[in-house]
């Protein structure tokens, strides 16, 4: 059986992020939330901030 996902995380982002993420999301054929947590669970390292953030 699959577990359920019940938890949510909120990110704030700009408008011009959003639409980067949603054109990235749709690129590789997936809904944002897939998108963003695909990315962020396989992605950390590459994900980190540069400026000092």
């Known amino acids: ?3 359920k996902r019940t938890k ?16 990235k999301a749709n690129e590789a054929g997936l809904s944002m939330a897939s998108f963003v947590r695909t990315t962020l669970l396989n992605n950390v390292r590459t994900a980190m901030p540069t400026n000092g953030n």
């Open 8 to 23: 949510n995380i909120q990110v704030r982002v700009t408008d011009d992020e959003k639409k980067a993420i949603e054109a």
């Open 1 to 3: 059986m699959v577990e």
